[in-house]
């Protein structure tokens, strides 16, 4: 497990790390669908099990298994004109913490990272609230670090809801 006693973790690598799940949750909060792909390396992936011990989105149900050609049809389903999930304001506030590198290779530039989130959701004159946990897998690019898998484990994810997650967590 990576640390800051590591010396494959500096305090740039763990800056450079923070920042990208930083801008991630800004893009969430602001709507900025596009931004939030392109931080996806060509074949990133972004999952949602539909529960904690699954250790593969491939063949099984997840809430979320979407590769980047299907980030881009949720992104235009967002964006319609006539989207009726989007006739209600909504809006959402991430937070992103307990950030530990799990492990850096700084020879293929490979890093993996673990934190934590809390998001508020207001739509409909309602608040909901989900938390829990992220693992990011990410690589080097020459654009600086990209997500090549994004692991999403919701605490709430089993709960009851009024309605479906319309964008990412």
């Known amino acids: 497990m990576g640390s800051v006693a590591d010396p494959a973790v500096t305090p740039e690598l763990r800056r450079e790390v923070e920042l990208l799940l930083y801008r991630q949750a800004d893009c969430l909060d602001n709507r900025q669908w596009q931004g939030f792909i392109d931080l996806f390396t060509p074949d990133g992936i972004y999952w949602m099990p539909a529960s904690p011990e699954q250790t593969s989105g491939d063949g099984v149900p997840s809430?979320?298994?979407?590769?980047?050609?299907?980030?881009?049809?949720?992104?235009?389903?967002?964006?319609?004109p006539h989207a009726w999930s989007?006739?209600?304001?909504?809006?959402?506030?991430?937070?992103?913490?307990?950030?530990?590198?799990?492990?850096?290779d700084p020879a293929r530039g490979d890093v993996t990272v673990r934190s934590r989130f809390h998001i508020m959701e207001f739509r409909t004159d309602a608040s909901r609230h989900f938390a829990g946990s992220y693992v990011h897998h990410l690589t080097s690019t020459a654009d600086g670090y990209r997500i090549k898998l994004q692991r999403v484990d919701m605490v709430n994810g089993q709960g009851p809801y009024d309605y479906v997650l319309q964008a990412w967590v």
């Open 63 to 80: 809430i979320f298994y979407e590769d980047r050609n299907l980030m881009t049809v949720r992104m235009k389903r967002l964006n319609h």
């Open 86 to 104: 989007q006739k209600t304001e909504w809006g959402t506030s991430h937070i992103v913490g307990n950030i530990v590198i799990d492990s850096h």
